[in-house]
């Protein structure tokens, strides 16, 4: 094996084990990058990340998101405390899209701010990322009762949203969090385990299905499903980095 594989080879296993500790595997124990030799969040793939092109208010955005926390079109308004838009860089190349809000994301009008949100801000900052360097959203925008699956009358209801969030960001790569996020984008009727780890294509952009955080929570103990969205996640940054 020539030397650049092995460091290669090297690198891939210890960017493994940095995610799986991130996930809570405490019982791995590595040493701290070298000064100098961490990736920069986001500077590898080539984000955006320029002062001038970090969160900024646009009327567009604005109005968008004054339309979804007034939004009435689906039932689902009935029984929000508030309805949760998204948050992140408008000017990600990298975006996630889960389901819905649940309780934590609706009283605090963010999303993925629950344990499952917790879980996704550290894979995102094993990717190398900070969390306000992508855009999170979900279907939609307001969280069903008792955190049920959002039926397909409100998925579609709410479609223009998401819709119009994707048009203004244009990423260069969309993570389907979840069964309801890869129907949406992939119109798949598969399994998750079927689907994930392919890249489909929505509009022109690629979409990666992969589990939802919520499912690792669920899963705690599972090391193969982390396994397997690791391998997902590098199947993303090997393509934000080729781009
Ligand atoms: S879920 Fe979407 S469509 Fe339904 S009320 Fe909320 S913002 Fe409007």
Known sequence: M????????LEDIEEQLRFYQQLGADFLVLPDRPAGGERPAGGLIGLKNEPENQIVQSGEWEKLLQRIK???FCPLFQGRTQAVPGEGNYQAKLMFVGEAPGRDEDLQGRPFVGRAGQLLTKIIEAMGFKRQEVYIANVVKCRPPENRTPRPDEVKACSIYLLSQIDLINPKVIVALG???????LQANKSMSEIRGHFGQFKDIPVMPTFHPSYLVRNEGNR???RLVWEDMKKVMKLLESS
Do not use: L, S, Y
């Open 224 to 226: 193969e499903i982390k």
């Open 179 to 185: 069964k309801i996020a890869a129907e949406f984008f």
């Open 70 to 72: 007034g939004c009435r």
């Open 2 to 9: 020539k030397e650049k594989e092995i460091i290669e080879k």
